[in-house]
């Protein structure tokens, strides 16, 4: 393990090395949040108390300004990391040494993530305190008890749907612009915008069934209580199952690259 242990403090080095776009980084989940909450404060505008897509504006207030942490803290950018090693030939120093190479990635993402992940929680807390004050919204303390381990479960669940997909690094030459493209696309579908009751009915039963919305929609759903307690087990424990079905997809996926590939570098 003390490899491990070592890749997670690389990462922290790393992470604290470049403080300017740490800040950037920060700034940037800000502005977004902002704009979304006056575009819906003005939907709600003279609804007096209506709800929209099943949420009352308290809680789609908490939505999309906990959406914004909660995307940053899921989000680990782990597709890049895998891509450039691929195509560098950086993967060939991992394949002589006795490294499992998914678990360096994981435990130097979150090291180089634990700066900001520390500071999303913060800003959360920060951000749920606001609005008690602001729209009187309050989050139970069983919630809160339950969130903090969903969002943890989530950021993995994360970490290997993107690892997955950069195994088609072995494949494609040149796949940066589809990393960009399908982010934008997985955020947007897993409830890291808005609430995915506003792409209707019929997306909202799919997205039971798939692991995007377990990264963002249900994390947030426990926080604001629309799930109960017991609920909110079932969503943990289906996590833990996506996580196995996917860090066993990973593996596959990654030996099978493996096969194809060719070391031109490093």
């Not at 960009?180 to 947007?188: D, L, P, T």
Request: charged share 10%; proline share 3%; hydrophobic share 55%.
């Amino acid at each position: 393990m003390k490899k491990y242990k070592t890749a997670f403090f690389v990462g922290v080095s790393n992470s604290m090395e470049y403080r300017f776009d740490f800040f950037m980084n920060l700034l940037s989940t800000v502005f977004p949040i902002i704009m979304q909450v006056f575009i819906w404060c003005s939907m709600y505008n003279g609804s007096d108390g209506e709800t929209m897509y099943g949420y009352t504006f308290p809680q789609m207030i908490m939505y999309v300004v906990v959406a914004g942490a909660v995307g940053k803290f899921t989000n680990t950018g782990v597709e890049y990391m895998v891509n450039e090693d691929i195509h560098s030939g950086g993967i060939a120093k991992y394949l002589v040494r006795p490294v499992n190479y998914v678990g360096f990635c994981l435990c130097n993402i979150v090291g180089n993530k634990f700066a900001s992940m520390i500071t999303m929680v913060f800003v959360t807390l920060g951000a749920l305190l606001v609005l008690f004050f602001a729209v009187d919204f309050v989050a139970a303390p069983a919630a809160l008890l339950l969130f903090f381990p969903s969002l943890a479960l989530a950021a993995v669940l994360n970490f290997y749907i993107f690892f997955c997909l950069s195994t088609l690094a072995f494949w494609l030459t040149e796949i940066g612009n589809f990393f960009h493209a399908i982010s934008v696309v997985i955020m947007v579908m897993s409830g890291g915008v808005f609430p995915v009751s506003v792409f209707g009915s019929a997306y909202e039963t799919i997205s039971r069934y798939i692991p995007l919305t377990y990264t963002i929609n249900y994390p947030i759903r426990i926080l604001s209580g629309a799930v109960g307690a017991e609920e909110a087990v079932k969503v943990l424990c289906i996590q833990l199952i996506w996580i196995f079905i996917l860090a066993v997809l990973a593996r596959c996926s990654w030996n099978l690259g493996l096969k194809k590939y060719v070391a031109v570098g490093g």
